[in-house]
């Protein structure tokens, strides 16, 4: 229930803030047939931002409490809800408030619900099937578990702990580095009685279906037409590339293409890491926080879509026109400062809820900056929204959080630009070649998106941010569902009368989403209840950690994935290495520390690694290893006492003198 009031407040509160930015967002949403659509995104998206801010920021301020959480949802709940009845009030009052409706075509107004139901419907049965829980046992399938495992390990930080100040549980003891408020609002919503699963689904495909109606009403406003969006949309979910038709090509000719297309459960590709599946709807299921960060991108877009409108209307051609434009005073003149100033405030507020999709939104920013009027408000925007991206980061990172590099190439076997071209051409199939065809058609301010729209296409393949430039795929996936919106007018454009011309349409649909669509089969095989990992909702072991260990104590592990351990949110010292180093920390020194201490007879030697390295717990499975080297148990036994045993017998917890001298302290103090 207190889940559900939550939500209502972020409404409630998104309502308000709409209310006072209505300059903000009048503009673009004139040209809209049905303005609801946008202003309910707007209202979400900006309310639950506000609302999730505001719990942590009062629960950070209340750490030193037992539920700090209960202080934050306490205070921020009720408090919001009445400042934003009190201006929605005052401006009832004053005789301002606009139709609640935004609906002017009501034909297309149910239309519209109807897709946007279907896609909710849609994108919340494969969340479900990927990840809940049935009969106490938690489901998380293998297409999805790698990810979900820092994600649930973040999530129950909060849920069950005291994560605060913020820590990364798969390397605890230190900073922040990966964006983790999508995680909190989930843990939040557990907090107040929504169990995990559900409310990941439910914030997953809320935020999805708001991306899908952000990518139509961009189409939409651009051409006019919401057919354009519905395929857009559709492009989104099912990629293209050519790796289904040379699959079925190599197993026709090896003569088993029947039965391997009934039993494969992995990803056909062709390219490095293609077979991971980063670049089908599967990265929607597992980074739920993406499409939240995505409806920040096509707010801003479309918010200032008006003044790219403006820069490409004149009558002026060639390169007078491109030379007033970048250069012009007039062009750089400020249009709607309350406007620059928000968006700035709300890129900025989304950067540690999705940090590369806040970076591609100022790259493509920056490419309708070139072009449109107003030239000063995209500066604004963009340095409010470095400001507060920089103020975030010095306040959760020790030291710099990400090392900008020139790296030529992105995934590319060779990296040259021949290399480039051949990688995307084997990638993306028919895709930028049909784009290459539509764009000498359009007119100058679609023309000005493709180019915008292509700017983190351009950025993944020549700088990398982190260790793992497999990451870069983010800026590749938001340039291709920008431009398919381009693609689905160059495919409706073919749509005639003529009988060849539909089939031909037809023809290019499918050639562009067949493999999509295959990955949704394998998504479907490879996530059932035999390919899944399964977790006991009252695991003692889950159960025994969730009331004993909290968030300031550093836990010793095997280099665990998901498991029982890990879903209770405690802060290991060294989780699976690659997502501590792909996130940025030093997994090799702590993968050599835990090793040593696995490994030493010396019980003076362990001694001194666990005090120095600040372990209060000892984690030891039967058999384990870490690193690929053999573990050992009894020098540990031998040192420190058995704080538990699970009720199969094959998993030990022990507690080291550093924990028990915190504890009584602990004891002392309260």
């Known amino acids: 229930m207190l889940g559900i009031i939550y939500f209502v407040i972020c409404l409630v509160m998104g309502r308000a803030i709409e209310t006072l930015t209505r300059s903000v967002w009048e503009e673009a949403a004139q040209r809209l047939p049905n303005p609801f659509w946008l202003r309910g995104v707007l209202q979400l ?34 408090a919001t809800a009445v400042c934003a009845a009190a201006v929605l009030w005052m401006d009832r009052r004053r005789g301002k408030a606009g139709k609640l409706s935004g609906v002017t075509d009501r034909k297309l107004f149910w239309r519209e619900g109807a897709f946007y139901l279907a896609v909710f419907l849609f994108i919340s049965w494969w969340m479900w099937y990927v990840f809940h829980a049935s009969e106490g046992v938690l489901y998380a399938g293998f297409t999805v578990f790698g990810d979900f495992s820092p994600h649930t390990a973040m999530i129950r930080s909060f849920s069950w702990g005291n994560n605060f ?9 230190e900073d922040v580095k990966y964006h983790f408020m999508f995680q909190f609002l989930t843990g939040n919503l557990e907090y107040l009685g929504i169990p995990m699963e559900i409310g990941f689904l439910l914030t997953g495909a809320v935020f999805f279906t708001g991306m899908v109606i952000l990518v139509c009403t961009l189409a939409q406003w651009i051409f006019q037409r919401f057919s354009i969006g519905v395929l857009a949309g559709i492009l989104l979910c099912f990629r293209s590339s050519f790796s289904f038709w040379r699959f079925v090509w190599e197993h026709l000719e090896a003569g088993d293409l029947w039965e391997t297309l009934k039993t494969n459960t992995e990803f056909i590709g062709y390219t490095a890491n293609e077979s991971w599946g980063l670049w089908n709807l599967n990265v929607y299921l597992n980074q739920r926080h993406l499409a939240f960060g995505l409806c920040a991108l096509g707010l801003a877009l479309l918010l200032y879509l008006p003044d790219l409108d403006r820069g490409c209307s004149g009558q002026e051609k060639g390169w007078r026109w491109f030379w007033n434009r970048v250069f012009g005073v007039e062009s750089w003149k400020s249009r709607n400062i309350g406007r620059a100033i928000f968006l700035g405030v709300l890129l900025g507020a989304s950067v540690f809820w999705n940090g590369a999709v806040v970076i591609a939104a100022l790259l493509v920013l920056a490419g309708f900056a070139m072009f449109s009027d ?86 993944a393949f020549t700088v990398s941010l982190t260790p793992d430039i497999a990451v870069n795929h983010k800026y590749v996936m938001i340039s291709i569902l920008l431009c398919a919106i381009l693609v689905a007018k160059g495919l409706t454009q073919l749509l005639g009368k003529k009988a060849g011309q539909k089939v031909l349409a037809g023809f290019l649909v499918l050639m562009l989403t067949v493999t999509g669509l295959y990955d949704m089969v394998v998504i479907y095989k490879d996530n ?9 909702k009252d695991d003692d072991v889950t159960e025994w950690l969730r009331e004993n260990i909290d968030s300031e104590d550093l836990v010793l592990t095997p280099q665990y994935s998901l498991t029982r351990v890990t879903v209770s949110g405690i802060m290991m010292y060294c989780g699976w290495p690659y997502y501590g180093w792909s996130a940025g920390y030093d997994t090799d020194y702590r ?34 290893q870490l690193d690929g080297q053999s573990c050992e148990e009894g020098t540990i036994s031998e040192t420190y006492p058995q704080a538990y045993c699970s009720e199969d017998g094959t998993l030990r917890i022990y507690r080291t003198s550093e924990s028990r001298e915190r504890a009584e302290e602990v004891r002392k103090d309260g």
């Open 45 to 78: 998206f900006c309310g639950t931002l506000c609302v999730t801010w505001l719990v942590y920021g009062v629960s950070y301020c209340f750490q030193a409490e037992r539920h700090p959480l209960a202080y934050g949802n306490g205070i921020v709940l009720p």
């Open 165 to 173: 100040p913020t820590q990364y549980p798969y390397f605890g003891g």
């Open 374 to 459: 107003g030239k000063l408000d995209y500066v604004v925007t963009a340095g409010i929204t470095l400001a507060a991206s920089a103020f975030q980061s010095a306040f959760f990172m020790d030291g710099a959080g990400m090392e900008l590099q020139f790296q030529f190439g992105f995934l590319a076997q060779e990296p040259t630009l021949k290399g480039c071209v051949v990688y995307l051409l084997a990638l993306t199939g028919l895709f930028f070649p049909l784009l290459g065809l539509t764009i000498p058609f359009l007119g100058k301010l679609e023309k000005c998106l493709a180019f915008a729209f292509s700017l983190p296409l351009v950025f």
């Open 528 to 536: 059932d209840a035999s390919h899944s990992f399964q977790i006991a």
């Open 591 to 624: 993968t050599a520390v835990a090793l040593e201490i696995y490994q030493t007879e010396d019980s003076g030697r362990l001694r001194e690694l666990v005090r120095d390295e600040g372990i209060t717990y000892v984690i030891y499975e039967d058999n384990m």
